[in-house]
């Protein structure tokens, strides 16, 4: 009997930790826990850092791909310019028509940045004797003029007679008219009289062409002489001399300038052949 307690004393400490052993052991598992955390933690900060990395150089390339596509908007732009300036009409269209596409890419679809390569597309058109074409570009531009955050007036007006004079060009006077009669209709006081007496005159030759002479008659008797100082937003239209040719204004001396990206695309157009 006293061999056997002899003998559980002295197996009996394997079984049993001592206060100092057990705190020593809670003290590693303290410690391996926190090694593990701070592993943890610094894959984590790893992937972020990773994720972070990407993001700066995807923006990086969107940079560059914005550059770029400007770069090659103002090349071929002045490439369009010298084109049409040598009246070489389809070189010239094809050029405008590459700035066109590119200005798609890089700001977005309906872009009112890709109106001036539109402007020198209708006159292109006009000279290629593709009237339908041109006027299509042009309602894109009065489109553009009408829904700008704050709409120019003498832009809106610029555009409608623009607009006007190409369906008379066409012998359209039917879908002229009503162009010109809400340009007439929006008579701010930003337009100069001058510009509105030729709206006028235009209308009321159109007038005449429909065979509308009494409407055309009653528009220049209502409006006051060129020589009256009253401003033009006191009556409904200002007067001209009767026959004046339609006027038309030059949207081809229009060319497009540096513009800041909206969006930047990360695709970079390749250069467009002319052939």
């Not at 052993?21 to 926190?34: L, N």
Request: net charge positive; with cysteine; aromatic share 4%.
């Amino acid at each position: 009997m006293q061999k056997r307690r002899v003998h559980l004393l002295l197996i009996l400490p394997l079984f049993l930790q001592l206060p100092s052993q057990a705190q020593g052991t809670m003290e590693f598992g303290s410690v391996h826990a926190a090694a593990v955390g701070l592993g943890a933690g610094l894959a984590a900060s790893r992937g972020h850092g990773q994720v972070v990395r990407q993001s700066y150089e995807a923006m990086l390339e969107a940079q560059k791909a914005t550059l770029a596509q400007t770069k090659a908007i103002e090349q071929y732009t002045k490439l369009g310019c010298e084109l049409e300036s040598k009246k070489r009409w389809s070189e010239a269209e094809k050029s405008f028509t590459y700035v066109l596409k590119v200005v798609a890419l890089r700001d977005g679809p309906g872009s009112p940045k890709s109106v001036p390569a539109l402007q020198h597309l209708v006159t292109i058109s006009k000279q290629q004797g593709n009237l339908a074409e041109a006027i299509d570009f042009q309602k894109t531009i009065l489109a553009f003029s009408k829904s700008a955050k704050v709409p120019d007036p003498q832009a809106v007006l610029r555009s409608q007679v623009d607009l006007s004079n190409l369906f008379i060009v066409k012998n359209d006077y039917t879908s002229a008219e009503p162009v010109l009669r809400e340009a007439l209709a929006m008579n701010s006081p930003a337009i100069p009289r001058e510009k509105r007496r030729a709206a006028v005159s235009t209308y009321a030759e159109l007038l005449r062409k429909l065979h509308r002479d009494a409407e055309a008659d009653a528009l220049e008797a209502a409006s006051p002489a060129p020589t009256d100082a009253a401003p033009s937003a006191a009556v409904p239209v200002a007067p001209v001399q009767a026959g004046t040719p339609a006027i038309a204004t030059s949207p081809a001396q229009t060319t497009s300038g540096t513009t800041d990206a909206q969006s930047a695309k990360a695709t970079i157009v390749p250069e467009m052949e002319l052939k």
